[in-house]
T-cell receptor, first 117, second 111 residues
Framework: DVKVTQSSRYLVKRTGEKVFLECVQD?????MFWYRQDPGLGLRLIYF???????EKGDIPEGYSVSREKKERFSLILESASTNQTSMYLC????????????????FGSGTRLTVV | SQQGEEDPQALSIQEGENATMNCSYK?????LQWYRQNSGRGLVHLIL?????REKHSGRLRVTLDTSKKSSSLLITASRAADTASYFC???????????FGKGTKLSVIP
């Protein structure tokens, strides 16, 4: 069964800590994404990557960085965690789709609920 | 960035009834997708409709797309308690890798 695996379901970290959220996919997908989901705000794109060692900023990249050293793994890094980064973090992957149409669906992980205290 | 907006925000129906959710968006799209999210879990892809398509079916799901009105609807027929979840529309712009999601419709199906 193909899947996207996020390393932790729940995580509690202290303000100022450096936090790593790991995501691994086994579908050989080129594209990977990190979103955060907050009540009333929906899903917001933090960063995405369309190839190994490539990364692009999404809508809310401030306070975050990413790393993609291998095709199957995409890590989200909170350099210095703050309470406003308490959220549900969702990783997703997709293939580029056929031709130029970019027709693809995302496969999501189960999410990591991060609490920063 | 463009964003889909779902309507209504919440919907409560009896088991066996049909559920209709709507999505509106602002700019030209390449395709529109619908996802389901069970409480506290990740999203699951349901169906994709391309900008040159008007209607698509998958099991009990029917999606329509009206690009002139920049809107889409998701119909779930003969709903079941297991359909209780939040439903999101997501849009992909021309040449874009990423999807932009709406805020979702929370569907409750009462047994």
């Amino acid at each position: 069964d193909v899947k996207v695996t996020q390393s932790s379901r729940y995580l509690v970290k202290r303000t100022g800590e450096k936090v790593f959220l790991e995501c691994v996919q086994d579908m050989d997908h080129e594209n990977m994404f990190w979103y955060r989901q907050d009540p009333g705000l929906g899903l917001r794109l933090i960063y995405f990557s369309y190839d190994v060692k490539m990364k692009e900023k999404g809508d809310i990249p401030e306070g975050y960085s990413v790393s993609r050293e291998k095709k199957e793994r995409f890590s989200l890094i909170l350099e210095s965690a703050s309470t406003n980064q308490t959220s549900m973090y969702l990783c997703a992957s997709s293939s580029p789709g056929q031709g130029q149409t970019r027709d693809y669906g995302y496969t999501f992980g189960s999410g990591t609920r991060l609490t920063v205290v | 960035s463009q964003q889909g907006e779902e309507d209504p925000q919440a919907l409560s129906i009896q088991e066996g009834e049909n559920a209709t959710m709507n999505c509106s968006y602002k700019t030209s799209i390449n395709n529109l997708q619908w996802y389901r999210q069970n409480s506290g879990r990740g999203l699951v892809h349901l169906i994709l409709i391309r900008s040159n398509e008007r209607e698509k079916h998958s099991g009990r799901l029917r999606v329509t797309l009206d690009t002139s009105k920049k809107s889409s609807s998701l119909l779930i027929t003969a709903s079941r308690a297991a359909d209780t979840a939040s439903y999101f529309c997501a849009t992909s712009g021309a040449g874009s890798y990423q999807l932009t999601f709406g805020k979702g419709t929370k569907l409750s199906v009462i047994p």
